[in-house]
């Protein structure tokens, strides 16, 4: 289930990248879409991941026994590197979004 979310992930993170999604000077998508309201998606669904795979971790470290050996593998710390930016991007200016979709 984590691939496929991750998957979805990076098809989201693409469509960010188009450019009718990142000009505001373009109003209307090929898909009769706005752009805003593409973005606004696109960024509910960035959360909605980091939110998993946040939540994820959580309960990893909260189910284990061998919670020094949890903190020592590599795997934690690469799904923590994972989230991270996003975190870090709130907190260096949470007035704004933060992430890789900016739509304001």
């Given at each position: ?16 990248t188009l450019p009718w999604v990142r000009d505001p ?68 200016n949470p007035s704004v979004d933060s992430g890789s979709?900016?739509?304001?």
């Amino acid at each position: 289930f984590s691939v496929f979310i991750i998957i979805l992930g990076v098809i989201a993170f693409v469509l960010d990248t188009l450019p009718w999604v990142r000009d505001p000077e373009l109003r209307v998508s090929d898909i009769g879409l706005s752009n805003t309201s593409v973005r606004r998606g696109l960024k509910a669904f960035e959360i909605s991941i980091v939110c998993f795979f946040t939540m994820e971790i959580i309960t990893r470290f909260t189910v284990t026994t061998a919670k020094k050996k949890f903190m020592f593998d590599p795997i934690t710390w690469v799904d923590i590197v994972a989230v991270a930016p996003f975190y870090i991007g709130l907190m260096l200016n949470p007035s704004v979004d933060s992430g890789s979709a900016s739509i304001f």
